[in-house]
């Protein structure tokens, strides 16, 4: 080997090319590492579905201050983006935030909010619009709309938000809104109304089996109302040829074909 001229230029052009890369390595990752790169800005956006928005509504300057800043680490080139993407997602109210590096010391952030539609559940549990189940105080989501309740297995969530649009559409017709909406652990649905009518629907096998028993109660609801004036509490429409009635005297009624 030691008599091979050209094994020994090629052996000594390696190693030297080994030691200059691991020099060249050094140099970035101590230049990388220095003060001047640290993080002086992260910049904080509103996003609406790919909209960006002149404000948040309900993630403020001390939350993101006090839950989400102190987690990032590193400086402009050494942060984990997707660290910071997680620890901004975590802050009540956060749908779903991006991140990026902005030269020479910002990250800026943009966040899109949760479009709350309701309650899920007994634990105080909010859902969005998009069927999203998160955490946030009650007492913020009271300012902005009326919410809706809403039930049901967990997995279901979309599927409910879903059904709640639909009996919205339905129901429209007789100038009446859902403000509740129950999946139970059976898989049957049942729909309180605006008025405080209690409708059971139970389960269904078909497609179009809901839409059915929805039409039909829309078709003799006002017949209903004359004649009870009013004092109808609860409808059950899961019979196959008519439904059954409570009234605000305990009493049951039916209405068989």
Do not use: C
Request: proline share 3%; charged share 20%.
């Amino acid at each position: 080997m030691w008599q091979d001229a050209k094994l020994l230029n090629a052996t000594a052009n390696v190693l030297f090319s080994i030691v200059l890369l691991a020099m060249l390595v050094s140099g970035v990752w101590w230049l990388i590492h220095r003060p001047v790169f640290a993080l002086q800005v992260v910049r904080v956006e509103s996003e609406k579905a790919g909209v960006k928005q002149n404000e948040l509504r309900h993630v403020n300057t001390l939350t993101i201050r006090d839950q989400a800043v102190p987690k990032i680490t590193g400086n402009f080139f050494t942060t984990n983006l997707e660290e910071v993407k997680q620890a901004f997602e975590s802050v009540p109210w956060v749908r779903k935030a991006s991140v990026q590096r902005v030269w020479p010391d910002t990250l800026v952030v943009q966040l899109e909010e949760h479009d709350v539609l309701g309650t899920w559940g007994e634990d105080g549990r909010l859902i969005s619009v998009a069927g999203d189940v998160f955490t946030a105080n009650l007492a913020e989501a009271e300012e902005d709309v009326q919410l809706i309740g809403f039930s049901g297995p967990e997995g279901s969530e979309k599927e409910v938000v879903a059904q709640y649009l639909q009996f919205k559409q339905w129901f429209a017709s007789l100038n009446l809104e859902p403000e509740a909406v129950q999946y139970s652990s059976r898989y049957a649905w049942s729909v309180k109304l605006n008025n405080g009518l209690q409708v059971e629907l139970g389960k269904v096998q078909e497609v179009n089996a809901l839409k059915k028993r929805v039409d039909q109660l829309i078709k003799v609801y006002p017949q209903l109302v004359t004649r009870l004036q009013g004092s109808i509490v609860s409808v059950d429409m899961r019979y196959p040829n008519g439904l059954a009635l409570k009234t605000s005297n305990q009493s049951v009624a039916s209405n068989r074909k």
